[in-house]
């Protein structure tokens, strides 16, 4: 069974660009996150979708984060303009879920695409 | 606001040694509480607790978790070289969407 994808791996910008991130997860899995792990830390949600639809996005930082899920598969997460402090690594991780309101405790994570923004 | 709290935050044992890892939390309505192993790249599941008492068990590794008290520990007896990596907990709120809420892990050395 094919794991969760991530690309790019590695993003090196300067502050005040954009960047986009994608994530493809285990097919059949509804529901897909995407954390923010800073250096020493651990990974913080930024937003979660079950299907094409969000259930919180209650961390995102509005003002420069956007995701969209449009199909209910593939995702992809922008940041507009980023600044220093969002260099992290950001992870992308699937479980299943189906139903509508329906989740599945256990997440498969992606290798992550690491930011440094310069 | 939940919390998850791990300690220590580094150990460096030597080959063979048994290390116990600590996490304790507080969250408001309990669901589940999961191990990660963070190596170089991708988290990859070790277990979930969701009853108090019952230890999970895979090789070396086990974990048990204590309702009563806000805490689980992680143990690896025996370590390996290959059980250096970061060692994640994190807790699940089950009025969230089961998003993961994390410590900060504990990194964990084995030298030879």
Redesign the interface.
């Known amino acids: 069974e094919a794991g969760v994808a991530q690309s790019p791996r590695y993003k090196i910008i300067e502050k005040r660009q954009s960047v986009a991130f994608w994530c493809n997860p285990i097919s059949g899995h509804a529901t897909l996150y995407w954390y923010q792990q800073i250096l020493g830390q651990g990974p913080k949600l930024l937003i979660q979708f079950q299907n094409n639809g969000v259930v919180d996005d209650s961390q995102l930082p509005k003002d420069r984060f956007s995701a969209e899920r449009l199909k209910g598969v593939d995702s992809t997460l922008k940041i507009q303009p980023a600044k220093l402090e969002d260099s992290a690594v950001y992870l992308c991780a699937s479980s299943l879920g189906g139903l509508a309101g329906t989740f599945q405790e256990t997440q498969y994570f992606g290798p992550g695409t690491r930011l440094l923004v310069l | 606001e939940d919390k ?1 709290v791990q300690s220590p935050l580094s150990l460096v044992v030597h080959e063979g040694d048994t290390v116990t890892l600590n996490c304790s939390y507080e969250v408001t309505n309990f ?2 509480l ?1 191990w ?1 192993k963070q190596e170089k ?5 070790l277990f ?1 607790l969701t009853s108090s008492g019952i230890e999970k068990k895979s090789g070396r590794l086990s974990s048990i978790l204590d309702k009563k008290e806000l805490f689980s520990i992680l143990n690896i007896t025996a370590t390996q070289t290959g059980d250096s990596a970061i060692y ?1 907990c ?1 807790v ?1 709120n089950s009025n ?10 504990t990194s964990l050395l084995v030298t030879p």
């Not at chain 2, 790249?41 to 599941?45: N, S, V």
């Not at chain 2, 969230?96 to 892990?105: D, H, T």
């Open positions: 998850v669901r589940s999961l990660y790249k991708a988290p990859t599941f979930m994640l994190a699940v969230s969407g089961y998003a993961l809420n994390f410590g900060k892990g």
